[in-house]
């Protein structure tokens, strides 16, 4: 055995020292991966409901100006009203 100055009880106090501080580090790291992939998962849900939203919007606006456009039954409903109408109020 190399005699360093130590005593094996002093060797026995470093190793549970690594061990507590190496127990320490990975729990640390641990808990910063977990606080940034929630704020990631957090960031990715709000654009995913933004995405939606505004595809629903544009889905929508597309049905909407395709249902009033030129020759459709409801373009023709609203014009023969705006004619009753006009000739009602002459």
Same mark, same amino acid.
Do not use: C, F
């Given at each position: !055995?190399?005699? #360093?100055? *130590?005593?094996? =009880?002093?060797? !026995?106090?470093?190793?549970?020292?690594?061990?507590?501080?190496? @127990? &320490?580090? $990975?729990?640390? $790291?641990?808990?910063? /991966? @977990? +606080?940034?992939?929630?704020?990631?998962?957090?960031?990715? +849900?709000? *654009?995913? $409901?933004?995405?939606?939203? $505004?595809?629903?919007?544009?889905? *929508?606006?597309?049905?909407?100006?395709?249902?009033? /456009?030129?020759?459709?039954?409801?373009?023709?409903?609203? =014009? &023969?009203?705006?004619?009753?109408?006009? !000739?009602? #109020?002459?």
């Amino acid at each position: !055995m190399v005699d #360093n100055g *130590l005593s094996e =009880e002093d060797d !026995m106090g470093k190793a549970v020292a690594y061990l507590v501080a190496t @127990i &320490a580090g $990975v729990i640390v $790291v641990g808990w910063i /991966a @977990i +606080s940034l992939l929630h704020v990631l998962v957090g960031a990715l +849900s709000y *654009l995913i $409901v933004g995405a939606i939203v $505004v595809g629903g919007g544009v889905y *929508l606006y597309g049905k909407a100006k395709k249902g009033l /456009a030129p020759g459709t039954r409801t373009q023709r409903r609203i =014009e &023969a009203a705006a004619k009753t109408y006009r !000739m009602r #109020n002459r």
